[in-house]
């Protein structure tokens, strides 16, 4: 059983705006910047502003800015990459409204790296067959762009609510009407408190620290797709966990975010290898070292089990002093940092849990299934990744489907009637104990990883679902990460377990192919008693 609320003390501090924004990365951010047109936007953010996932972000942009690109074929790639699940129509708003998207940016004060003749230096990942690849210095491309956007906040004023975690919906006549939070600091605001707002947008970012080792923040608990998912709204696709293939490898039982070896290293020329120094990748598929991150996953795995080592190797040997200095200065630092000198030796790698391919449901313009209610970025689910996030395509998806909301709010907030009664007494709460986190995250680490089977996945479940006994009546931080952890656990276990076949970054060895009568999303849905609903959404074959 799923808690419809948490556990919390009543608010003892309550602020009112037209609009709430939770989350300060690019999709957050962006979105608050241009809802300003449709009332006062008040945003909060879990930690700092800067501390989400996108100041992490190494590899880049992707948009079809060079003039032998084109956005069909960005379309194309992106299809590809999500292996029969996309939204076409989704993909198609991405990529055709990317390039401006970006130029916008631009105009905020984003400054992308740039050739000797003063366009943008454009580079290649895996997935993509053109190089349309933005960066800003060289693997700092999302510490660039929070700090454009975070300038753009502060100039136009916007209002900050900083180390707060949202709790709650708060709903009246059917429609979201704000939320609960705990601010975890001393002043005016701390404690739980209440935003009364018109809109509420969820922009928290991923659920990486589901699992024990990941390249995701400390942040980066699920808490809005277990927020959407207790106020009834939707959630699709959580059975699709992106793991990258190649962050740092620190050694068994390696915990917590690991330092990430972005896939624009293996773009300029790197290549993947076993420790006698053979490129296990080639044969595995056509792209090779640079095919589709689910691909490159599952062969650094595969030649893990086939020779019983503990990791892959990233050879980078072969792109000079230069270029490491100049296009990944970061990733060189980190590597130096723990003892690796990348120049002169290959870098040991294991794939991590990486990024959420599903989420809140949404349609093209951020709407829920709850009216009021909105996502963007990574906590959606937009339809524009499918089964396997093609690379670079995040940051590009919270720039454009943030506007995208931007733009719906005015009419959406006019359409609104003001709502007359509260819809009646939420349900019991419950929260389970904060020591139910590690253990979360030792259960998903050890069946619901790169490789799934029946059995794994089955016990799972039911380790899981032992936790949900295992609950507190203090209500604390760290209870209600945890329990924000144990229902978005419970949402991938449940996913995974429902698809018995092999699609994208989903990996059954019992099911090893691809069966297209589960070319479909799984959604899922709370009870009012609790109970997750699993069903499964065909989509029409083209």
């Known amino acids: 059983m799923i808690p419809r609320r948490l556990t919390a003390p009543e608010p003892g501090w309550t602020t009112d705006a037209d609009i709430v924004v939770i989350g300060s990365g690019i999709a957050g951010l962006v979105t608050a910047l241009r809802a300003r047109t449709a009332g006062r936007v008040l945003l ?160 928290t970012g991923g659920l990486g620290q589901v699992f024990q080792a990941t390249t995701n923040p400390e942040v980066s608990t699920g808490d809005g797709v277990a927020l959407a998912l207790r106020a009834g709204a939707a959630v699709a696709d959580l059975e699709f966990v992106q793991f990258h293939p190649t962050p740092l490898w620190l050694g068994p039982g390696a915990k917590g975010r690991q330092p990430l070896i ?68 970061t990733i060189l630092a980190a590597c130096e940092e723990h003892g690796i000198d990348p120049v002169n030796e290959p870098i040991p790698v294991l794939p991590s849990a990486h990024f959420s391919s599903g989420g809140v449901r949404t349609d093209l313009w951020g709407r829920t299934s709850v009216p009021g209610l909105y996502a963007c970025g990574e906590v959606a689910c937009t339809g524009v990744h499918g089964a396997n996030r093609l690379a670079s395509n995040s940051l590009l998806e919270g720039l454009v489907y ?54 794994g996945l089955e016990r799972a479940a039911e380790e899981l679902a032992a936790l ?40 059954r060895e019992d099911f090893p192919d691809a069966d297209e009568t589960w070319r479909g999303h799984l959604v899922s849905t709370l009870a009012d008693d609790g109970t997750l609903t699993t069903s499964y959404d065909p989509r029409e074959l083209s």
Not at 270 to 293: C, K, Q, S, T
Not at 414 to 426: I, K, R, W, Y
Not at 483 to 503: D, K, M
Request: proline share 4%; glycine share 12%.
């Open 44 to 203: 909060v953010t879990k930690a700092l502003l800067d501390d989400g996932s996108t100041r992490w972000a190494q590899g880049g942009i992707a948009a079809a800015l060079h003039p032998d690109d084109s956005p069909e074929e960005h379309l194309q790639d992106t299809l590809t990459a999500g292996v029969g699940l996309c939204d076409p129509e989704a993909v198609r708003v991405l990529v055709t409204e990317g390039p401006d998207a970006v130029r916008r940016l631009m105009e905020l004060g984003a400054e992308f790296d740039r050739n000797d003749d003063g366009g943008i230096a454009l580079a290649r990942e895996g997935g993509h067959l053109k190089r349309r690849i933005a960066h800003a210095g060289g693997d700092a491309t999302g510490a660039e762009i929070s700090r454009a956007l975070l300038a753009a906040a502060k100039d136009q004023g916007i209002e900050v609510i900083e180390h707060a975690l949202v709790l709650d919906l708060l709903m009246e006549g059917g429609r979201a009407a704000g939320v609960t939070l705990h601010v975890m600091g001393e002043g005016r605001r701390d404690g739980v408190g209440a935003v009364h707002a018109r809109a509420v947008i969820l922009a």
């Open 262 to 329: 972005s896939e624009a290293v293996r773009g300029e020329g790197a290549f993947l290898i076993d420790e006698r120094g053979d490129r296990f990748m080639v044969g595995r598929h056509p792209l090779a070292d640079l095919a589709p991150r689910d691909v490159v996953a599952k062969g650094i795995m595969s030649m893990i089990w086939e020779t019983g080592t503990q990791c892959a190797y990233l050879d980078g040997r072969n792109l000079g002093p230069r270029i490491w200095a100049t296009r990944f200065p």
């Open 402 to 455: 943030g506007q995208r909301i931007a733009e719906a709010l005015p009419g959406d907030l006019a359409a609104a009637e003001t709502p007359a009664v509260a819809s009646g007494d939420l349900p019991e709460a419950r929260l389970l104990d904060p020591s139910v986190h590690a253990e979360v995250q030792r259960i998903m680490t050890a069946d619901v990883g790169v490789l799934r089977n029946g059995p």
């Open 468 to 507: 949900a006994d295992r609950t507190t009546d203090k209500p604390c931080t760290e209870a209600w990460e945890a329990t924000n952890l144990h229902t978005v656990a419970s949402l991938i276990v449940a996913a995974a377990r429902r698809r018995e076949e092999t699609r994208g970054s989903h990996w």
